[in-house]
Nanobody, 128 residues
Framework: QVELVESGGGLVQAGGSLRLSCAAS????????MGWFRQFPGKEREFVAS?????????YYADAVKGRFTISKENAKNIMYLQMNALKPEDTAVYYC????????????????????WGQGTQVTVSS
């Protein structure tokens, strides 16, 4: 049974930083692409960032977070991170980690329908 558990969310002032973690059990990072998505109230879940399996470790970012957020992972520990800097009130959302079997492209990595496993989400609130 694969389980993804996010942590690290919270309340932060605009301009501050948070680091989210996603601990995965039941599957090795060597065969999956890992991603972060976020969901605003009343909206569909949207892509934030992803990283492909270790052979390439290719990362992709949504334009809205590029240059401010960094996705990384510790393959030996099966933990993924999202370092979020220069946070803005519009980053306020529930953040989810997710897993996609194998590799994906710059386009397909952004498609939430291809991700087969999801965490429970962690709330990030950025105050102005």
């Amino acid at each position: 049974q694969v389980e993804l558990v996010e942590s690290g969310g919270g309340l932060v002032q605009a301009g501050g930083s948070l680091r989210l973690s996603c601990a995965a059990s039941g599957r090795t990072f060597s065969v999956v692409t890992m991603g972060w998505f976020r969901q605003f109230p009343g909206k569909e879940r949207e892509f934030v960032a992803s990283v492909t399996p270790p052979k390439f470790n290719t990362t992709y970012y949504a334009d809205a977070v590029k240059g401010r957020f960094t996705i990384s992972k510790e393959n030996a520990k099966n933990i993924m991170y999202l370092q979020m800097n220069a946070l803005k009130p519009e980053d306020t959302a529930v953040y989810y980690c997710a897993e996609l079997d194998g590799y994906c492209t710059r386009i397909s990595c952004r498609d939430r329908r291809l991700y087969t496993r999801w965490g429970q989400g962690t709330q990030v609130t950025v105050s102005s």
